[in-house]
C-alpha cells in the first residue's frame, strides 16, 4: 500500500551537485518525518538527514550538514535532498525512508517503517 519512489541518482564529477527526490503514496507523513540513508557494500546503513513538518526541523548527519540540505513538500508528500559539493565518500546506495511514528532516535534505521529501492550516487575523483 505503501510506496517510498526515489529518483535523482546518477554519476557525477566531485564538487558536483545533484537533488534526490522522494515522492511517498498510500499515507501521509507530515505528522512524522521522512528522510534519507545510505549504504556502502560492507557497511551499515548510515543516516544521513531527516525532515520533519510537525516541528519544522531539519536534522543531519555530521559528515553532510555543510552540504546537503533536506526540504519538503507538503502537497506532493515528498522530499528532496539537494547535494552540494559531492565527494568520493558519498557514493553509495541512497534510500529514502519514513516513519511512521516519533518513537525511536531518527538515526537508527529500525525505527522507520518505509523504505524506498535506493538510487544509486557515484562520485568520481
Known amino acids: 500500500q505503501v510506496q517510498l519512489v526515489e529518483s535523482g541518482g546518477g554519476l557525477v564529477q566531485a564538487g558536483d551537485s545533484l537533488t534526490l527526490s522522494c515522492a511517498a503514496s498510500?499515507?501521509?507523513?507530515?505528522?512524522?518525518?521522512m528522510g534519507w540513508f545510505r549504504q556502502i557494500p560492507g557497511k551499515e546503513r548510515e543516516f544521513v538527514a531527516l525532515f520533519t513538518w510537525s516541528a519544522g526541523r531539519t536534522y543531519y548527519a555530521d559528515s553532510v550538514k555543510d552540504r546537503f540540505t533536506i526540504s519538503g513538500n507538503t502537497r506532493k508528500n515528498a522530499v528532496s535532498l539537494r547535494m552540494n559539493s559531492l565527494k568520493p565518500e558519498d557514493t553509495a546506495i541512497y534510500y529514502c525512508a519514513a516513519k511512521g511514528s516519533y518513537a525511536g532516535s531518527y538515526v537508527y534505521g529500525n525505527v522507520y517503517d518505509y523504505w524506498g529501492q535506493g538510487t544509486q550516487v557515484t562520485v568520481s575523483a
Open positions: 498510500g499515507r501521509t507523513f507530515s505528522s512524522t518525518g
